[in-house]
């Protein structure tokens, strides 16, 4: 074995929320295992969210298993960068072993193992199996309106803005219906000229309703799908949490959507019945795709657009794992208090 071959039982890829609470059920069962991650710092994509995010749900309902995340002073919901503390804690805690900056570049199969291919001098590692849970901040997803190239002021995706106050005075147009549009849109009603666009109009959940809640559902939403039983889970209800600066927005009548526009001008969005509206900078809160292109050199099929899976092992190979990426790979797998759940399942596959 030379210095640069690692071999482990098991490569995590990943290490945000999903990659640890792996890591965490991978060290109770006293596995030999590294966990991958493309960042240089602890704190998964929480420590690139902007400013005022804050989770939907309090600290409490917000914990990977072992360690309850502890609450944030002046604050029933934490924020981001509260969040971001709690997982650079929680993965020194349990001393779980990080590898970073480290980018997978690709993984590949033979019958007796697998092999993980990374840009760095480590750059080749086996394991007998390998866990997938990276997420999708690296997959922001723009849509392709015609036009876009034509604009010439400044674009940026939801990946992209911190504060709000980098746009004082601007004319910004917020392009998305789901729960990142209506907070970005909320944050620039104060300093910016706003206008906020929806495919659709827009659904706001029942203003009692909260993460805890959405989880619950969403975990019997699958489990009934899984018994063959109908349930009609979150989307009845609707699809933005009305957080405090929603609500505060919303109920001042200044988180009014508009239509989408069919393309984009040199100077703004135009409409089909001719509209125009002049803006400098346009925010696509346009959502994310799983960042799965380490995937490619294993030529796993897909199904509309998914890697087919048992819980969170693919059909095809099951020495290779998907973690955190929705309810395809675990009932709210992609929350913090949903992916614990789902990581002690795949532990128990792993050692099945």
């Known amino acids: 074995m030379t210095a640069a071959e690692q071999h482990r039982q098991v490569v995590v890829i990943g290490g945000g929320q999903a990659g640890l609470a792996a890591g965490y059920y991978l060290r109770r069962a006293g596995l030999d295992f590294a966990?991958?991650?493309?960042?240089?710092?602890?704190?998964?994509?929480?420590?690139?969210?902007?400013?005022?995010?804050?989770?939907?749900?309090?600290?409490?309902?917000?914990?990977?298993?072992?360690?309850?995340?502890?609450?944030?002073?002046?604050?029933?919901?934490?924020?981001?960068?509260?969040?971001?503390?709690?997982?650079?804690?929680?993965?020194?805690?349990?001393?779980?072993?990080?590898?970073r900056p480290v980018h997978v570049t690709g993984v590949e199969r033979t019958p007796d193992h697998l092999t993980v291919h990374t840009d760095t001098d480590a750059d080749t590692w086996h394991a007998q199996a390998v866990v997938f849970a990276t997420g999708s901040w690296r997959r922001p997803f723009v849509p392709a309106v015609p036009g876009r190239e034509q604009f010439t002021g400044r674009q940026l995706h939801t990946t992209g803005y911190r504060t709000a106050a980098d746009f004082a005075g601007?004319?910004?147009?917020?392009?998305?219906?789901?729960?990142?549009?209506?907070?970005?849109?909320a944050d620039l009603t104060a300093v910016a000229d706003t206008r906020w666009v929806t495919r659709r109009p827009p659904r706001f959940l029942p203003d009692s309703v909260d993460g805890r809640a959405l989880f619950e559902l969403a975990t019997h939403q699958v489990r009934a799908h899984a018994a063959g039983e109908t349930h009609t889970g979150v989307a009845s209800l609707g699809d933005i949490v009305v957080t405090a600066p929603v609500r505060a927005a919303r109920?001042?009548?200044?988180?009014?959507?508009?239509?989408?526009?069919?393309?984009?001008?040199?100077?703004?969005?135009?409409?089909?019945?001719?509209?125009?509206?002049?803006?400098?900078?346009?925010?696509?809160?346009?959502?994310?795709?799983?960042?799965?292109?380490?995937?490619?050199?294993?030529?796993?099929?897909?199904?509309?657009?998914?890697?087919?899976?048992?819980?969170?092992?693919?059909?095809?190979?099951?020495?290779?794992?998907l973690l955190g990426y929705g309810n395809w790979t675990g009932p709210a797998s992609a929350t913090l208090i949903g992916v614990g759940r789902t990581a002690a399942e795949q532990l128990r596959t792993l050692l099945g």
């Open 35 to 99: 966990i991958l991650d493309a960042n240089h710092a602890p704190g998964g994509a929480w420590q690139h969210y902007w400013d005022s995010l804050r989770l939907f749900s309090p600290a409490e309902y917000s914990s990977l298993p072992g360690r309850p995340m502890p609450h944030q002073r002046g604050a029933t919901y934490p924020d981001a960068r509260h969040v971001a503390a709690y997982l650079a804690a929680y993965e020194d805690r349990y001393q779980l072993p990080v590898h």
């Open 170 to 185: 601007q004319r910004v147009a917020v392009v998305g219906g789901g729960n990142s549009g209506a907070q970005i849109a």
């Open 251 to 321: 109920d001042h009548g200044l988180l009014t959507a508009h239509p989408m526009f069919d393309r984009l001008t040199a100077t703004g969005p135009a409409w089909p019945d001719g509209t125009t509206w002049d803006c400098d900078t346009i925010i696509w809160c346009t959502g994310f795709r799983p960042d799965l292109a380490a995937t490619r050199p294993l030529g796993l099929h897909r199904t509309n657009g998914r890697i087919p899976t048992d819980g969170t092992r693919t059909l095809e190979d099951p020495r290779i794992h």
